[in-house]
Each structure stands twice: as structure tokens, then as C-alpha cells.
């Protein structure tokens, strides 16, 4: 399994960023897929998941700001990021939901205030 997430980088408060990540060794299009992200000291935690059949649901701290999409066709998972905050900051990393034991290298996320 192969999880190549990109797009991330250094943003001021406010702004955006939208990540990509493409996905290979799955089967892509009946798996959920969902976007993690861990902060320095922290644990890595879910923050948004698109199930293969149903609506996307998101963490209480990002909702309203953050939409995830996909696109099967690409076996590509995207998260668009908006009203970033500080507390954004963090490595983000997608994943199947459950996730799996291969995490890929994520891409880093700062958020300046």
C-alpha cells in the first residue's frame, strides 16, 4: 500500500490550502477514506472521513472549515482546507478508516499567526 499525501506548506491564519493524497495498492473506490493529522506531542487524530458509500463527517474542530472529496477515478483523496488557524499545525496524513498499518509520509501543515 502506497498513501502520498501532498500540498501542504506555510500559510498565515485565515488562509487556505487544499491537499492531495493518491492512493495505490487498494482497492480505492469501496474503501473509506479519511485525513489524520498529528501535532508535535500529540497523537494522531481522525479529522474527516469519506466513506466509499455514504456523506462526509468531519471532527467538531474542523467543521464548517474543511471539506473532504474524492475522486475514484484518480484513487485520489483530496481535503480542502479553509480558515486555517494556528492550531491547524500539525503533519497531515490520509488513511483508510479504519486506517491501515501503512501510514505514508504525510505533509506538513503550519498555520502562522
Known amino acids: 500500500v502506497q498513501l502520498q499525501a501532498s500540498g501542504g506548506g506555510l500559510v498565515q491564519s485565515g488562509g487556505s490550502l487544499r491537499l492531495s493524497c493518491v492512493v495505490s495498492?487498494?482497492?480505492?473506490?469501496?474503501?473509506?477514506m479519511g485525513w489524520y493529522r498529528q501535532a508535535p506531542g500529540n497523537q494522531r487524530k481522525l479529522v474527516a472521513v469519506?466513506?466509499?458509500?455514504?456523506?462526509?463527517h468531519y471532527a467538531d474542530s474542523v467543521k464548517g472549515r474543511f471539506t473532504i472529496s474524492r475522486d475514484n477515478a484518480k484513487n485520489t483523496v483530496y481535503l480542502q482546507m479553509n480558515s486555517l488557524k494556528p492550531e491547524d499545525t500539525a503533519v497531515y496524513y490520509c488513511?483508510?478508516?479504519?486506517?491501515?498499518?501503512?501510514w505514508g509520509q504525510g505533509t506538513q501543515v503550519t498555520v502562522s499567526s
Open positions: 488513511n483508510a478508516v479504519p486506517s491501515l498499518r501503512s
Open positions: 469519506f466513506p466509499s458509500g455514504s456523506s462526509a
Open positions: 495498492g487498494i482497492i480505492f473506490s469501496i474503501t473509506d
